[in-house]
């Protein structure tokens, strides 16, 4: 699956994103669980502000909370 240039970029942004925030939030804690915790979050806020049809094409699972 090919995503188009805006969305991969976007993509790319929320990634670095997380992995900046990850540790200030969980610090010692982080792990990849965290990073997909706090991309679906950014995604789903994002998702909210601005329709994306990247974003309608995707089904965004919640996971169980542990």
Known sequence: ???P???AYLVLQILNTVKTERKKI???EASD???A???RHLLQA???KRP???LKTQEIK???AH
């Open 26 to 28: 969980w610090g010692a």
């Open 52 to 54: 994306n049809p990247f």
């Open 46 to 48: 994002l998702a909210c």
């Open 33 to 35: 669980e965290h990073d």
């Open 37 to 39: 915790e706090l991309a």
């Open 5 to 7: 240039g805006k969305s």
């Open 1 to 3: 699956m090919t995503i």
């Open 62 to 64: 919640k996971e169980p």
